[in-house]
């Protein structure tokens, strides 16, 4: 039965509403949460929150000292404030979904992580994370090379059917989404869909630059968050939701990382939990690949490309796929002046005026030249720089 | 004993007739003036009291009023001690009435009673209505520019009087100079490799499109923005004088012939203020950089630099080609018709033209691309990015020479100027000045060309003002091939191709 079917025969709310608003009270900790729907379902979890009886069937709680510092009493004031109806119709209003520990559509990987979240808010599908799943981090201060990587990754995992799990920074995280995203616009039914885990709540964009991605990642796969609706993201949110990364995915891959950074959270968090962690190798004299150089260093196995990702997933395949256009067939298509076009361009970024000093063209056809090859998807760029898409 | 003495008056670029009225009576001796006179008009007292008693000229001991008439306008300045000596003069009976009837004075004095020039002399003399003006001996060729009187000098006051008495000759009057002396724009020909740039430079002079440069540091943006008043075609009579005006208003240094041919550049440092951009300030209403650069290029190097509060002053001027700066006391509108150049690093280290290439973090590349505000960047028509030129291009190896010689200024002037009377032809000076409503009938798009901007537009990669640009800019493009009617597929994507966004590779996944 769906969590989030809505009022049943007898007007009573479904269990999903409860876990809602209790993951909405002020002082809700994600573990202590956890912890009362392991042991009892929303319902009645809600109606001892109510009582102030919460603590006395929950060992954490209850061994804490009572008084300031407890969470019992802000926890049943407020709730008694709380008009749940009301707010799980909000909810419903704004298209958010609910599920919960125990509850049949709570994803299967964190039902048997140590610290699950308690309650998850979504949008989207969470069919999306059916498919094999990679987290794929790093930091929020990345270089080009970060970002391209990130994104190629991104693009060539969703294409090889495997969700991309990330948190919808800013960097390498909003890279890889925005790689996966372009392999959904080229091939619409053969990508797997994105999945963003968000640290302030699924109706609050963060960071703001990101609200197009976020809606396109809700629209296309899922965006997930244990944080309640409408609430910022504090600063302790991140860790915790980097846990959440971490439990969702099979492998978690750092692009890049700096010596102290916040994706080393998502390591830990993967090692405690078992899960493979890889890292990409960055030059030793860049700041931003400090961290994961010092991970390689550390054990975990480096990744040069999807293929590498695949290879632990258990799939082997060869890399690059050989089911890429080939790019003499191509050239086949082309007449004199696009082959003259395309030799000019090299598969690292090259600049327009480099391109128009080796073809010697004039600006006029070298630009429609260039824009027919962009369509035939053989370079791809900017306009002020391209580069091919095939060796 | 009353006198009167024509003169003027500079406010913002225009001057205004002024009369000087000289009243003496019996009394005792003090002297006022009167009719709103700034400080430095005030001063004129004791100047010109120095002056005549220098001149063993009388100095009346009695109560003198001068009044500057119309009274209610403020005038500044020290062009009106010459007029007021000369009334002083005449109501003295040193000169007679008839010596001075049809005769406008302009002039500083000294001390020592020599008559020196004033900034401005090109719109005060344009403001005086008598058939003879006199003005100091350094710019009687300013003031001949004007063309409409008899420009009469004197090297001082003493010497003045006895011209004018006629017992004296007048100096020669300056031979209007038909040559041209403003000196030589820098040459296009200098310029190594760039092809892009080179031909963005072309296109802007054409089509009179605002441009932006952006590449990392000794890509040549400098260079490149320096050669375009050399591309733009001679000012015509009229532009010539109306910038001279402003020049002359300015306080600017004429060339000697003191009419301005070529289109002017300026190129303000970073560090100026929102007055000296747009013009201003309390007392003079001085024109600022836009208004010299008139009919001109303003070159804005390192954009980022300047202040955003600064920058966006230019927004409305850049629409209306004029700016309006009203004050208490008068609002003055200022001609503002200029091309826009600027340049700029791609993010903070410089090398971030090219994916991969720079060491900015995210946030970084940022708020340097913030720094430029989205409206002011969508008025630069052409975005173009330019590269260092390769090693090969900078030493061209004696025997296989890499693309021949470059083309000089002179050629590419001579398409910019066939694309100028196409312009005129359909009414507007330049093809960024083509009016929205009127560009089907003007740049219509052929079928290929119209396919391309349609899937453009719809896939969000272009905006409805962005396509107004492109069109334009296309215009220019077909224009300089020397193909009127309709806009092929190639002069859009060229269009589209200089109109980048030079951040892309910040804010945009590759």
Not at chain 2, 458 to 477: E, Q, Y
Request: proline share 9%; net charge neutral.
């Amino acid at each position: 039965m769906p969590s989030t079917a809505s009022k049943g025969a007898d007007g009573a709310l479904p269990p999903a509403a409860y876990a809602a608003v209790l993951a909405s009270l002020p002082g809700t900790g994600p573990i202590g949460l956890g912890e009362l729907l392991r042991e009892h379902d929303p319902h009645t979890a809600w109606e001892l929150v109510l009582r102030g009886d919460a603590g006395r069937s929950n060992k954490r709680i209850a061994d804490r000292p009572p008084g300031p510092g407890s969470r019992e009493a802000p926890w049943s004031v407020a709730a008694r404030q709380v008009d749940v109806a009301a707010h799980w119709r909000r909810l419903q209003d704004g298209g958010i979904q609910v599920t919960f520990l125990g509850d049949a559509a709570y994803p299967a990987p964190l039902c048997q992580d140590p610290q699950p979240p308690g309650v998850l808010f979504y949008q989207g599908a969470l069919a999306t994370l059916d498919q094999p799943r990679v987290a794929i981090v790093g930091t929020r201060r990345c270089t080009g090379y970060g970002r391209e990587t990130a994104f190629a990754l991104g693009r060539d995992l969703a294409r090889a059917g495997v969700s991309v799990v990330s948190g919808l920074a800013l960097g390498i995280d909003g890279a890889a989404h925005a790689g996966v995203l372009a392999a959904l616009d080229s091939s619409p039914d053969g990508a797997a869909g994105p999945v963003g885990v968000a640290a302030s709540g699924v109706d609050r964009p963060y960071p703001r630059q990101h609200r197009d991605l976020w809606r396109k990642v809700a629209r296309t796969g899922v965006v997930l968050s244990e944080t309640g609706c409408g609430q910022p993201a504090q600063a302790w949110r991140f860790p915790a939701r980097n846990r959440v990364i971490a439990g969702l995915s099979e492998v978690v891959v750092v692009v890049e990382s700096h010596v102290r950074g916040g994706s080393l959270y998502t390591v830990d968090a993967a090692l405690d939990r078992g899960i493979e962690v890889r890292a990409v190798p960055g030059p030793v004299t860049s700041s931003s690949s400090a961290g994961t150089n010092q991970l390689l260093w550390d054990g975990p196995g480096p990744v040069r490309h999807a293929g590498d990702v695949l290879d632990v997933l258990g799939e082997v395949r060869p890399w690059p796929p050989p089911d890429r256009p080939d790019p003499r067939r191509l050239d086949g298509s082309l007449d004199d002046t696009g082959r003259r076009v395309l030799g000019a361009v090299d598969q690292t970024p090259t600049s327009m005026t480099v391109i128009a000093e080796r073809t010697g063209l004039g600006f006029g056809q070298l630009s429609a030249t260039l824009l027919r090859l962009e369509t035939g998807q053989m370079v791809r760029g900017g306009g002020s720089w391209w580069e091919r898409t095939h060796p | 004993m009353l006198a009167t003495v024509p003169s003027a008056t500079l406010l913002g670029v225009d001057g205004h007739p002024v009369i000087v009225e000289v009243h003496v009576s019996n009394g005792l001796p003090t002297f006022t003036i009167v009719g709103l006179p700034d400080t430095s008009c005030r001063e004129s007292r004791d100047r010109v009291r120095s002056a005549l008693l220098s001149s063993h000229l009388p100095w009346p001991s009695r109560r003198v009023t001068v009044n500057l008439a119309p009274s209610g306008m403020r005038k500044g300045g020290a062009g009106l001690d010459l007029p007021m000596a000369i009334a002083l003069l005449v109501a003295g009976e040193v000169l007679l009435p008839v010596h001075v009837e049809g005769v406008a004075f302009i002039g500083e004095l000294g001390l020592d009673g020599s008559i020196r020039s004033v900034p401005g002399v090109v719109p005060l003399v344009d403001a005086v209505t008598e058939p003879t003006v006199v003005v100091a001996a350094g710019c009687a060729r300013e003031a001949s520019v004007v063309g409409r009187h008899r420009v009469r000098t004197a090297p001082s006051l003493s010497s003045l009087v006895d011209c004018l008495r006629g017992r004296q000759a007048w100096a020669e009057p300056p031979i209007p100079s038909i040559a041209d002396d403003n000196p030589r724009e820098p040459d296009l020909v200098d310029v190594r490799g760039q092809r892009l740039g080179r031909f963005a430079m072309e296109v802007a002079a054409a089509g009179g499109h605002h441009v932006l440069l952006t590449g990392p540091p000794g890509a040549g943006k400098t260079m490149l923005a320096r050669r375009l008043p050399g591309l733009l075609p001679p000012l015509s009579p009229a532009e010539a004088l109306e910038v001279t005006r402003i020049h002359s208003a300015a306080g600017l240094r004429l060339p000697s012939s003191g009419l301005l041919r070529r289109p002017p550049f300026r190129a303000p440092h970073h560090g100026a203020s929102a007055v000296s951009l747009i013009g201003g300030g309390t007392a003079g209403m001085r024109p600022g950089e836009i208004s010299c650069a008139h009919r001109g290029v303003l070159f804005l190097d390192e954009l980022a630099e300047f202040p955003a509060a600064v920058l966006d002053t230019l927004r409305q001027p850049l629409e209306e080609g004029a700016v309006r700066i009203s004050r208490a006391r008068a609002s003055v509108v200022f001609p503002a018709r200029f091309l826009l150049v600027a340049a700029m690093n791609p993010c903070p280290c410089g090398e971030g033209s090219v994916p991969g290439a720079c060491r900015c973090s995210e946030t970084g590349r940022a708020r340097y691309a913030g720094r430029v505000s989205g409206p002011l960047l969508d008025r630069f028509d052409l975005r173009v990015l330019l590269e260092r030129p390769d090693v090969a291009q900078l030493l061209p190896s004696g025997t296989g020479d890499v693309g021949g010689i470059p083309e000089s200024s002179a050629s590419v002037v001579a398409r910019v100027i066939e694309c100028r009377i196409r312009a005129t032809e359909r009414g507007v000076r330049c093809n960024a000045e083509l009016p929205a409503p009127r560009l089907d009938e003007l740049a219509p798009l052929a079928p290929a060309a119209r396919t391309l901007l349609e899937s453009r537009l719809r896939n969000g990669r272009l905006s409805a003002r962005g396509l107004h640009r492109v069109r334009r800019i296309a215009r220019t493009m077909a224009d300089l091939v020397g193909r009127s009617g309709r806009l092929e597929e190639e002069d859009v994507c060229a269009a589209l191709l200089l109109r980048t966004d030079p951040f892309a590779s910040a804010s945009v996944e590759p």
